[in-house]
């Protein structure tokens, strides 16, 4: 049986975390392993030192899953707007995947948010990788006579951006003419 006194411990310490997460989801969105870092930082950052680190971590993660029981954080919720996002800003696909990855989403919601995208679009990463010429000026927004010097380049920063190569030849290889016409749909 837990005494009274470490009780009335435990309900404080609870109550303190839930108000450190509703502080912190007040201000960003958040996936379910991103809350728990947090919580965990800020609590050991805090002067209330009488909870060991294992208990700890179940209310921490008893306060996470009464969270997503009232729908405040939300995995699926969480990739979907932050692929939607992303594909706005010109990522590619693999680029969001990682994202997500490192953030601790759940592989089956990475997938199912992909495959929606996958579904409205046709060729998401060759769009995605048309926005990235705009936005870095490169490929078929270069002048004539400087494209062939800058291919190499080119076809660099594509590939950090996370386009495989068929995508990034594919539209290097645009004319400029083309391009603007792809551009226009946007």
Do not use: W
């Not at 936005?135 to 495989?164: C, H, Q, T, V, W």
């Not at 995508?167 to 603007?180: E, G, Q």
């Amino acid at each position: 049986m837990i005494p009274s006194k470490s009780k009335k411990n435990l309900e404080a310490t609870i109550e303190e975390i839930r108000k450190f997460s509703f502080s912190y989801l007040e201000k960003y969105s958040s996936s379910r392993q991103q809350l728990r870092t947090y919580l965990l930082k800020k609590f050991f950052k805090s002067s209330n030192s009488y909870v060991a680190k294992s208990e700890l971590l179940t209310l921490i993660d008893i306060v996470i899953s009464d969270l997503e029981k009232n729908k405040f954080i939300s995995d699926k919720f969480y990739s979907q707007s932050k692929i939607k996002k992303f594909i706005k800003k010109g990522y590619s696909l693999n680029k969001i995947r990682n994202y997500l990855i490192n953030k601790g989403i759940n592989e089956k919601y990475i997938k199912d948010s992909i495959s929606k995208i996958n579904l409205e679009e046709t060729d998401q990463d060759f769009f995605s990788a048309i926005k990235t010429c705009k936005k870095r000026r490169i490929g078929p927004n270069r002048e004539e006579d400087n494209r062939i010097l800058f291919y190499k380049k080119d076809m660099s920063i594509l590939a950090r951006s996370g386009f495989n190569n068929e995508t990034s030849k594919k539209v290097l290889d645009l004319s400029k003419k083309d391009y603007k016409k792809l551009f226009k749909l946007f």
